[in-house]
Nanobody
């Protein structure tokens, strides 16, 4: 399954943004630990947040903790990443995926600049 990320854009520091992750029909987000990653220019892809399928618990990277919320809408079969108080260091291409899966979507670019 290839995921389709959307919602990125050019933002100013302090603004908020919600990213979306959709998948082809037949894939059920609630059955998998969905994860957001990001890759900044010249850097390796890094983990941002995970929504655990069993119980709905969440984990966040220290760099975004308190500013980011990962959530899921089962009716829309979509996973979201809400980001507030954006910082220039949040500039990256954001991807969603299941940990360990090798197929990646195209991601969505988030640029934070004044």
């Amino acid at each position: 399954v290839r995921f389709v990320e959307s919602g990125g854009g050019e933002m100013q520091p302090g603004e908020s943004l919600t990213l979306s992750c959709a998948a082809a029909s037949g894939f059920t987000f609630s059955s998998h630990n969905m994860t957001w990653y990001r890759q900044a220019p010249g850097k390796e892809r890094e983990w941002v947040a995970t929504l655990i399928s069993a119980g709905g618990g969440t984990n966040y990277a220290d760099s975004v903790k308190g500013r980011v919320t990962i959530s899921r809408d089962d009716a829309k079969n979509t996973v979201y990443l809400y980001m507030n108080n954006l910082k220039p260091e949040d500039t990256a291409v954001y991807y969603c995926n299941v940990p360990g899966w090798l197929i990646w979507g195209r991601g969505t670019q988030v640029t934070v600049s004044s």
